[in-house]
């Protein structure tokens, strides 16, 4: 079958529509797992950097806030939601599932394999579109345990199948160290099906099956990750979806960043994630300096190359922009927390190139 993109314009069999970024995303996960070692329990689930420019790669998730946008498989520790591991998923042409494997069990697999974490006794988390008796047989053979939910319609006993529990009430079966369950959690609930390879048959004191506690636990560093994210993440419109794209894979490496900063700080209190992004690019930002020629040098000065850069303001001052800033006009003002190292005044750093009138020449 020939591969053809949104036109119907056939697409040569080396093309890689993730070429743009795929370098910085190698990148990405090979130094991910240099900083942390991390907690036993994982877990693996999809997020989506919404667009809606054309591509190739563009999915329709209907139950994401975007809908539309590129689809990556990720793995994160439970805990903290640090990322281990992301892969983007490009499409069913570009990405086709092995014969005779279910794709959620090719994904965690995957993963695990690129993060170098089976055969170590770790316990992975995975919602209904992962998990399925294969995967957990598989990850057995890799000694990894699983646990999560499961579709009505994947292989399972025909007793958890068609099991309909009374309100806080389960039905368990075991083969091995494959344990299913079926339990309702209140009346006009539907039940919902569960496997697990690690955890025992057990109940809380609340009535509640220890399956379901744990899972929703550990389940949520995915989502807790991109609730975080959406709070700081920069994204504006744009038809280029590889610029969405880069700017979403910098965030994720500074929300890992961060991450890294409160497990090893002795700062007391430690910053706020957005104090912490400022201190980042102030940082970056300050060891950049230009090559300004005055625009007003007489004709017999020397034009000599000035180099011009910028300091943070103490405390939380802020200063007119003496570049971008109009007082006269309405809505003209323009603030700047830094300000010119040679003369003092305010300035923003996308204005030190047309900052010409700070010295006497």
Known sequence: METVD????????????????????NFMNRQFGRFLVPEKEICVDETLVAS????????YIPSKAGKFGIKFWMLCESATGYILQ????RGRNFDPVPSGELQGTQVVTSLLSSANLLNKCYHVFCDSFFCSLNLATRLLQSNTFVTGTLRKNRPMPNVIKSADPAPNNAVYMRKGKVLCMAYRDADGKRPVRMLSTYL????????KPKIVHVYNKNMGGVDTTDSVMKAYSGQRKNRKTWKKVLLHLYHRILHNAYIL????TADTPIKSRVRFIQDVVES??????????????RPHDQRRNIHVGVKLLSGRKEKDCCVCSRRSQAGGRRRSRTACSFCGKGLHRCCIQF???????
Not at 7 to 13: D, K, L, M
Not at 200 to 207: K, T, W
Not at 284 to 296: E, F, M, Y
Request: proline share 8%.
């Open 86 to 89: 992301m892969t983007v998923y």
């Open 284 to 297: 970056l930002s300050d060891t950049v300096t230009i090559n300004v020629i005055p625009a007003r040098a």
């Open 261 to 264: 900063y409160t497990k090893n």
């Open 52 to 59: 809606k420019g054309h591509n190739i790669m563009r999915q």
């Open 6 to 25: 949104h036109t119907g314009a056939e697409i040569h069999p080396g093309y890689d529509p993730a070429s743009r970024f795929r370098p910085l995303l």
């Open 200 to 207: 025992p048959a057990q109940e809380l004191r609340s009535g």
């Open 355 to 361: 900052h010409y009138n700070c010295h006497e020449y």
